[in-house]
């Protein structure tokens, strides 16, 4: 008999002392007492242990939808704990998503004219970064254009950078709004999975035809897959 067996043994041998042993004083009875006891006790712990995983796994979603701000406009008190911690992280990296306003009907000429001038801003270190879009066929391409940049700002301050982009993209939104412009302090050691999220598949199969149709959309605007260089080398990542 295994350890599993012996320990619900003695749990049904315990629940099967006292009074209720005054109904089952045939031997063959209460071991057939003891053999449904034994079945309750194993049914109750796989029902124990599928809660255990349930709550694993929605503690893992729910912690995602947060991580990546899907959980801010129903939660907003997520998104400013977040932000609060970016701007406290003491660290030389930043990663800066920027969404300009579909409503302004920003060009791709626009963007590149404005890479331009982030690109010469000498508090960058080292840089990479990537034009997206969100369209997943051809009549959609280029729907959605946003950026992502990794970079290396030395000890530029937060809010300096948050000034720099606003005036390198003055014409493609409201630097105040995240929906915009967000800036997310990066500890050194968490640079692989942020270059990985920009330059390799996405982890979320659902985005993999955007990405497709990225590849088709930088051909078309002679784009290239990235900008700077790699902070790791990608066999590495």
């Given at each position: 008999m295994d350890r599993i067996e012996e320990t619900l043994r003695s749990l049904a041998e315990l629940s099967a002392s006292g009074?209720?042993?005054k109904e089952y004083a045939d031997r063959g009875m209460r071991e057939e007492y003891i053999q449904k006891l034994m079945k309750d006790f194993d049914r109750q712990t796989d029902i124990q242990a599928l809660r255990d995983v349930i709550l694993q796994k929605k503690k893992s979603y729910f912690s995602a939808m947060i991580d990546t701000g899907i959980a801010d406009e129903r939660f907003p008190i997520f998104k400013e704990l977040r932000e609060f911690n970016?701007?406290?992280i003491k660290s030389d990296f930043v990663f800066v998503t920027l969404c300009p306003d579909p409503k302004l009907n920003v060009s791709i000429l626009d963007i590149l004219a404005s890479i331009k001038k982030i690109d010469k801003k000498t508090w960058i270190k080292k840089k990479l970064y990537v034009i997206e879009q969100r369209g997943e066929n051809l009549e959609e391409l280029g729907k959605g254009t946003h950026l992502h940049f990794l970079l290396e700002?030395?000890?530029y301050r937060f809010s300096?950078?948050?000034?720099?982009?606003?005036a390198a993209f003055v014409k493609m939104g409201d630097p105040s709004n995240p929906g915009f412009l967000d800036i997310k302090m990066v500890k050194e050691k968490d640079i692989p999975n942020w270059q990985n999220y920009i330059t390799a598949r996405k982890k979320d199969p659902s985005k993999w035809i955007k990405q497709d149709m990225d590849i088709i959309f930088r051909q078309r605007y002679n784009i290239p897959p990235y900008?700077?260089?790699?902070?790791?080398?990608?066999?590495?990542?």
């Open positions: 009074p209720t042993l970016d701007k406290n700002k030395g000890d300096h950078i948050k000034r720099e982009f606003g900008y700077g260089e790699l902070f790791q080398d990608v066999a590495a990542v």
